[in-house]
C-alpha cells in the first residue's frame, strides 16, 4: 500500500469496493453490556451503541442514529492539489445536499500529523436544530469525517454517549461470508509495560513475540518496541541507535576523529558516529538501504507534517520520510514500510542528530493486519506521569551535578590565572 493511513484507508477500500454487499447481507447484533449491543456489519466494522439506535451504511457514509443524536464517520479520497481548507469547504457543502442549513460555526487545527481538524457545527435536523462536534483527519490522499451532533437542548447531556459510540468504531476487514470464504481477521490485544522502569505501557497482538523496553545507551531514555507475529512484524525505534555528533573543531581537529569514525560519550554503553547532520531521505540511502540488503524502493515521499510530530522536542531541524520498500529474504519477498525521522539538535556549541523509526514488514497479502498492528501501537503509546515526573526530577539533579562541576572547574581556572602575573605587571618588569 502506497501511503500510511492510519487504519483510514482500509475502511475506505471496503465500503467502496463492498458497497454492494450491504442488500445482500444483514448486520448481527450482539449484546455486550447492560443496555448497549455490538453491531457487527459485513463491510468489515464493529460499533457499540445503546439499543435501540439504528446503523446504516449510505452513499459511503456510516450514521448511527437514536432519538437523541447521531454519530458520523465519512471516509474519503483527497482530490489531487486540494489544501485541507478546500477539503473543509467541500465537505461542509456536502452535508448541505442533506441539511440545507449547515453551517460551520468554527474550526481549529488539532494535529499535523495526520493533519487534524475540530470542526463546531450547527443544522437542522427532523425541524430541530442540531449542535455538533467532528473531526476531519487526512494522510496522505484519503482521510476520514467523524463527528456526532445533537439538538442543542440535548447536547450536553448525551455528547458522552455519543463520543462513547464514536470512540467504538472498530473496522477488521470483509467477513468471510462478504468475501468468498477469504477471512481477515480482527487482531486482539495485550497491554505490555516496560519491564525495566515502568516507563510506558502499550498494545500489542496476542499472541506475538514482544519486546518492549526503556533502554538507556546514552543515559537518556529511548523507547524500543519489536513485536513479531506470523504475518506481519511491527517495530518503534525513538530514537534508532546510534547517536550521531556533527563534526567540529573536538572531534576533527582536537582528537582527529574523521566522518564516521565512533566516538565514546561518557557513560554511554554503545559508542556514537562522528557524521553530519543528514535529512531522512540522505539517512535512508546512506545508513537504512544498506542495512537490508537487496531492498528495493517502491516509492519514497517527504513528510514535513510527519517531522513536525516525529522529531525531537529541542530539534532546531528535523526532516521526515514515508519509505516503502520490497525486500528479498529466502522465504519469498516482503513489504516494509518504514517513517523514518532525523531530528539535530544544537546546545552549547555541541550539534547531535538522532533517528526515530517506526514501521512494519509483511508479506503482500497481509498489509492489512500490519497497518492495524502499527496504528493501533501509536495510538497505544503511553508514557508513565509518575514515571515522567522522577525522570524530570532525575534529569534535573544531573543537571545540578553538571553546573557544580563547571562551577569547580571555573573556580579552578580563575585561581590558576592569578596565579600568574597580569600582561601589564609583566611588562612592567
Not at 464493529?46 to 447521531?70: A, C, F, M, R
Not at 487534524?116 to 442540531?130: A, E, G, K, P, S
Not at 483527519?137 to 455528547?159: E, L, P, R, T
Request: aromatic share 12%.
Amino acid at each position: 500500500m502506497g501511503k500510511f493511513k492510519l487504519k483510514y484507508l482500509f475502511l475506505l477500500l471496503s465500503v467502496i469496493i463492498l458497497s454492494l454487499i450491504y442488500f445482500y447481507f444483514k448486520p448481527s447484533i450482539v449484546t455486550t453490556e447492560e443496555n448497549w449491543v455490538t453491531t457487527n456489519h459485513p463491510l468489515g466494522f464493529s460499533i457499540k451503541h445503546p439499543k435501540g439506535w439504528k446503523v446504516s451504511y449510505t452513499n459511503g457514509t456510516i450514521l448511527v442514529e437514536g432519538d437523541k443524536g447521531q454519530t458520523v464517520i465519512q471516509p474519503f479520497f483527497l482530490p489531487k492539489g486540494m489544501t485541507d481548507i478546500q477539503l473543509i469547504a467541500s465537505m461542509a457543502k456536502s452535508f448541505m445536499a442533506v441539511y440545507p442549513d449547515f453551517k460551520i460555526k468554527g474550526y481549529k487545527k488539532y494535529r499535523d500529523f495526520p493533519a487534524q481538524y475540530i470542526l463546531l457545527t450547527q443544522y437542522t435536523r427532523n425541524n430541530i436544530l442540531q449542535a455538533g462536534l467532528f473531526i476531519l483527519s487526512v494522510g496522505g490522499n484519503s482521510g476520514i469525517f467523524s463527528g456526532f451532533a445533537a439538538s442543542q437542548k440535548d447536547y450536553h447531556k448525551v455528547k458522552d454517549t455519543l463520543g462513547k459510540i464514536l470512540e467504538s468504531f472498530k473496522y477488521y476487514g470483509p467477513t468471510a461470508q462478504s468475501q468468498g470464504n477469504v477471512s481477515y481477521p480482527q487482531l486482539s490485544y495485550q497491554i505490555t509495560a516496560d519491564p525495566k522502569e515502568g516507563a510506558f505501557s502499550v498494545e500489542l497482538p496476542k499472541g506475538w513475540q514482544i519486546n518492549a523496553e526503556i533502554w538507556r545507551p546514552y543515559l537518556d531514555p529511548w523507547v524500543k518496541i519489536d513485536a513479531v507475529g506470523k504475518e506481519a512484524s511491527i517495530f518503534a525505534k525513538l530514537p534508532h541507535a546510534p547517536i550521531f555528533f556533527v563534526p567540529n573543531y573536538s572531534t576533527t581537529g582536537i582528537y582527529g576523529l574523521k566522518e564516521g569514525s565512533p566516538i565514546q560519550p561518557q557513560g554511554a554503553s554503545i559508542p556514537g558516529m562522528v557524521y553530519r547532520y543528514l535529512s531522512a531521505k540522505e539517512y535512508v540511502n546512506i545508513f537504512l538501504l544498506p542495512q537490508l540488503k537487496g531492498a528495493k524502493i517502491n516509492s519514497i515521499q517527504e513528510k514535513p507534517d510527519l517531522a513536525n510530530s516525529m522529531k525531537d522536542p529541542y530539534a532546531s531541524t528535523a526532516s521526515a520520510v514515508e519509505l516503502n520498500l520490497t525486500i528479498p529474504s529466502q522465504n519469498g519477498s516482503f513489504l516494509g514500510k518504514y517513517l523514518v525521522c532525523t531530528s539535530l539538535i544544537t546546545m552549547q556549541g555541541v550539534s547531535v542528530w538522532t533517528v526515530g523509526i517506526l514501521g512494519y514488514h509483511t508479506y503482500p497479502n497481509q498489509e492489512s493486519i500490519a497497518g492495524q498492528a502499527l496504528s493501533h501501537l501509536i495510538e497505544t503509546l503511553k508514557i508513565n506521569p509518575q514515571w515522567f515526573a522522577r525522570e524530570q526530577q532525575q534529569q534535573a539533579q544531573r543537571l545540578q551535578a553538571q553546573l557544580a562541576s563547571a562551577r569547580k572547574i571555573s573556580n579552578m581556572i580563575g585561581r590558576t590565572s592569578s596565579s600568574y602575573p597580569s600582561k601589564s605587571t609583566s611588562s612592567g618588569s
